[in-house]
């Protein structure tokens, strides 16, 4: 099948596809639609990235992919595929992910537009940046099961990304995952929570032990089980998770019973907790429910059945040796990547979360709710993805006619309204917001903090996990102090010094920025002595991310839910670097190196 597109559109339209280049990120659900519909319509040039490789769950809706491509590139595999409708076009794929040094802005610069097909919102907010730095229109997309949306970005002319808050992420209490879970999803953060300490990357806030500090268990509580433990093991020291289950070899009757059986019986010690609530039950791996018992009789898929505490304890220990050996596998210091799709690290996480449901006598859940609960999953609709893709595309075409005011956001409804319309359009572009902490000429913050407490080491993950920056660095207004360096080594020393030892104040001004995505963002402190963490605050008033988050509870594709009416407003939805630019006349220039601060900040002084 060869695209032939003269005669379809106008001679202009036909022009100025015939002389595009397109960027498409993501070739999933719906970058696969994208990457069909472009070739199919004649678009000459175009480039794919994707991190990943290809797994059997996108068969049923990655039409590119077959059954032979498991495990393979997704973007090289669409690429093919793609290839085989029109041999004509110039197709790149880049198997990689988008946040990476070699895409900086004089990349994006080369393409007339951009085409978001993600799945992630820091993602999302790296494409933004990129797009408003090269001042390339970008078309966000995305769905949630049946609703999905269109969205063009364009620097100065319409809202982008990060102009509205998103909708808080779920996030659940410290305390209610580790000390008292209610829910089935409270164990599953928790059951995920315990594959990173035990597998992934170690988190201090994914602990997953008893906590101590829980207010609602003050007073005496806990002390029993403390000096049980203390005259037990003869010292306090408290070691990782991770450590202690290694020296354990991964053994798990051993794990188990420590973390079903002596952390429940600690959790019981901390009696205020259990005045009003129904108390855990520990269990012990010689004697647990369902042992003996012949597999419950289900007609569904295998994956549907709810499992047994002992099946599952079954499962824990395979599933636990299995990691292990994944683990030692790999590197020195390196670490598994929980991912839904694995066997292992899903056995594990249902088998976990199930044994903890159990002991809180929590409803359990079979492997397939697990699943969809732990990945976020509201389930992909082929033709939503379609009829986005299809949309986006038109968009495409709309802005390459010179129609760019008219390609206004389009939203999928997940049914008719009260008009008959399933697709609503906005009437006119949403103006972008002048207070955006990130399109906002001069873009600006407050960070809440304890000045007191908040170390250096803080505000990195600060301003990653709150600003949405990859490598920050940030200097002292007025002063060129360097306080924080993206160059490794330079301001690590300083890493466990709070903001006050490093003499920054009260109304101090940073000046913080990230040199891949051209964006920099004048940063005020706000001490508040109440604060143990940070929050960041903008003009426009509204919450932004705090301190690390669970994944956002919405659609494989991350859709914002889209609201009723064309009326709504636009809420939704180092390394060395060698970076060749170009300058006015279009020449390539080498970029400037990395501006270089005065001096870096190490001195306990006061520093504004
Ligand atoms: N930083 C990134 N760089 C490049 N591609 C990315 C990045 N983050 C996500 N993606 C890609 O975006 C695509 C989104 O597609 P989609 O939402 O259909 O997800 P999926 O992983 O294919 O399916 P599912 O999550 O439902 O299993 C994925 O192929 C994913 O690999
Ligand atoms: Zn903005």
Same mark, same amino acid.
């Given at each position: 099948m060869v695209a032939r597109i003269a005669g379809v559109f106008d001679e202009k339209l036909t022009e100025a596809i015939a002389n595009s280049k397109i960027l498409v990120v993501g070739a999933g659900g719906i970058g696969c639609e994208i990457l069909k519909n472009l070739v199919l319509t004649g678009f000459p040039q175009i480039e794919i990235i994707d991190l990943d490789t290809i797994d059997v769950s996108n068969l049923n809706r990655q039409f590119l992919f077959h059954k032979e491509h498991v495990g393979k590139s997704k973007a090289q595999v669409a690429k093919d595929s793609a290839l085989s409708f029109n041999p004509n076009v110039n197709i790149v794929a880049h198997h990689d992910s988008v946040i990476s040094n070699d895409y900086g802005v004089s990349y994006f610069k080369q393409f007339n537009i951009v085409m978001n097909a993600l799945d992630n919102r820091v993602a999302r907010n790296h494409v933004n940046r990129m797009c408003l730095a090269a001042n390339v229109p970008l078309i966000e997309t995305g769905t949630a099961g049946y609703a999905g949306q269109v969205e063009l970005i364009k620097k100065g002319l319409t809202q982008c990304y990060e102009c509205q808050p998103k909708a808080p992420q779920k996030t659940f209490p410290g305390c209610t995952i580790r000390n008292t879970p209610s829910e089935p999803i409270h164990c599953i953060? @928790?059951?995920?929570?315990? #594959?990173?300490?035990?597998?992934?990357? &170690?988190?201090?806030?994914?602990?997953?032990?008893?906590?101590?500090?829980?207010? &609602?268990?003050?007073?005496?509580a806990g002390k029993t089980a403390l000096s049980s433990q203390q005259t037990e093991s003869g010292n306090i020291e408290r070691k990782s998770t991770r450590t202690w289950a290694a020296e354990t070899n991964y053994n798990p009757e051993k794990l188990f019973t420590k973390l079903f059986g002596d952390d429940i019986k600690y959790l019981l010690s901390m009696e205020n907790l259990w005045k009003k609530r129904r108390p855990p039950?520990? /269990?012990? @791996?010689?004697?647990?429910?369902?042992?003996?018992?012949?597999?419950?009789?289900?007609?569904? /898929?295998?994956?549907?059945?709810? @499992?047994?505490?002992?099946?599952?304890?079954?499962?824990?220990?395979?599933?636990?040796?299995? /990691?292990?050996?994944?683990?030692?596998?790999?590197?020195?210091?390196?670490?598994?990547?929980?991912?839904?799709?694995?066997?292992?690290?899903?056995? #594990?996480?249902?088998?976990?979360?199930?044994i903890r449901a159990y002991i809180f006598s929590i409803p359990l859940k079979s492997r397939f709710e697990v699943k969809s609960m732990a990945g976020n999953i509201i389930p992909a609709i082929a033709t939503a993805n379609a009829i986005v893709a299809g949309l986006a595309v038109l968009r495409a075409q709309g802005i390459l006619k010179g129609e760019i005011e008219s390609c206004t956001s389009v939203y999928l409804r997940p049914k008719v309204n009260h008009r008959g319309q399933l697709f609503v359009p906005e009437r006119t572009l949403t103006a972008p917001n002048p207070k955006c902490y990130v399109c906002a000429p001069k873009p600006e913050v407050a960070l809440v903090c304890n000045l007191k407490h908040l170390t250096l080491k803080d505000l990195t993950a600060a301003f990653k996990d709150g600003l949405n920056m990859q490598a920050p660095d940030a200097t002292?207004?007025?002063?060129? /102090?360097?306080?924080?360096?993206?160059?490794?080594?330079?301001?690590?020393?300083?890493?466990?010094?709070?903001?006050?030892?490093?003499?920054?104040?009260?109304?101090?001004?940073?000046?913080?920025?990230?040199f891949l995505q051209n964006y920099e963002v004048r940063v005020r402190l706000q001490q508040e002595d109440e604060e143990n963490s940070w929050r960041l605050v903008t003009d426009t008033d509204a919450p932004m991310p705090g301190p690390k988050e669970e994944e956002p509870a919405n659609g494989s594709n991350g859709a914002e839910e889209p609201k009723p009416g064309p009326s709504r407003t636009h809420h939704d939805s180092d390394s060395d670097m060698e970076i060749i630019d170009e300058d006015d006349n279009g020449e390539p220039m080498e970029k400037p190196p990395k501006r270089r601060r005065k001096e870096v900040s190490d001195e306990i002084v006061e520093i504004c």
């Open positions: 953060v @928790w059951a995920k929570h315990l #594959f990173n300490q035990l597998f992934g990357e &170690e988190d201090p806030d994914q602990d997953v032990s008893p906590d101590t500090e829980d207010p &609602e268990a003050a007073g005496t039950t520990p /269990l012990s @791996w010689d004697n647990l429910p369902g042992k003996g018992d012949a597999p419950k009789q289900h007609s569904g /898929l295998p994956d549907q059945r709810v @499992w047994s505490v002992n099946e599952c304890a079954e499962v824990f220990a395979a599933s636990c040796q299995a /990691l292990q050996t994944e683990l030692k596998g790999r590197p020195e210091g390196d670490h598994l990547v929980w991912d839904k799709d694995d066997k292992s690290a899903m056995d #594990f996480v249902t088998a976990c979360a199930n002292v207004e007025g002063k060129g /102090l360097v306080v924080l360096s993206s160059e490794p080594g330079e301001t690590d020393h300083n890493n466990q010094k709070t903001l006050e030892e490093i003499g920054l104040n009260d109304g101090c001004a940073l000046l913080v920025d990230d």
